[in-house]
């Protein structure tokens, strides 16, 4: 099973992740932030990953350090569960579609973090959720993952319509990144040797 469990302290964050890859997306979230919780669930049930979330932060202050250090700390489970990413598919994309908005998201788990975010968001907010922290998320959630990782937003009016798409497609080309190819065997998907 590739699973992994990863507890993260700071000073303005206390944040428990629980993930298994191999999963049926069934979770548990509770970040403190219901906009942030929704695209994590969908994250989880797109991509067919347990995940349990459990985050308090300095919400008092704003969402910013909540949302990074979520993504931080569920990019340093997904990495402690993937292991040697052994027999890995490593590459993986989606082109979704919701309602209005079409999203690209294409991934390689390289161990290179790069992240290529071509995405607009018309609106500053969603509900009460500042939008601008989504490229925050995605910053920090490729960069500890090690991810190579482009959003390219192909058509979109909506702001949560484009976000959701976000989300989906990130789970749906992790799923296919992280699917064990039996071609692979137990061998690294790299002619280094390592990922």
Do not use: W
């Not at 099973?1 to 890859?21: F, P």
């Not at 932030?33 to 994590?40: E, P, Q, S, V, Y």
């Not at 300095?58 to 350090?65: G, Q, T, Y």
Request: net charge negative; with cysteine.
């Amino acid at each position: 099973m590739r699973q992994s469990e990863i507890n993260r302290k700071t000073k303005e964050t206390d944040i428990k992740v629980q993930i298994t890859i191999d999963g049926t997306g069934i979770y548990q979230i509770d970040t403190g932030i219901g906009f942030l919780n929704h695209m994590l669930e969908l994250f989880a049930a797109h991509g067919r990953f347990d995940l349990n979330i459990l985050s308090v932060g300095d919400l008092d202050v704003d969402a910013h350090h909540t949302v990074e250090d979520v993504a931080i700390t569920l990019a340093l489970a997904f990495k402690e569960a993937l292991g040697s990413k052994r027999g890995i598919k490593r590459y993986g994309q989606r082109l979704l579609p919701m309602d209005e908005t079409l999203v690209l998201c294409a991934v390689d788990l390289s161990g290179r973090a790069f992240l290529n975010f071509d995405v607009t968001i018309p609106v500053q907010k969603v509900g009460n959720f500042d939008t601008e922290l989504i490229l925050e998320f995605m910053t920090a959630f490729s960069r500890e993952l090690g991810l190579n990782v482009h959003l390219v937003m192909m058509r979109g009016e909506n702001g949560h319509h484009i976000i959701e798409a976000i989300f989906k497609a990130l789970g749906r080309a992790l799923a296919e990144a992280v699917t064990v190819d039996s071609r692979f065997a137990d061998e690294i998907p790299s002619t280094k040797g390592m990922l």
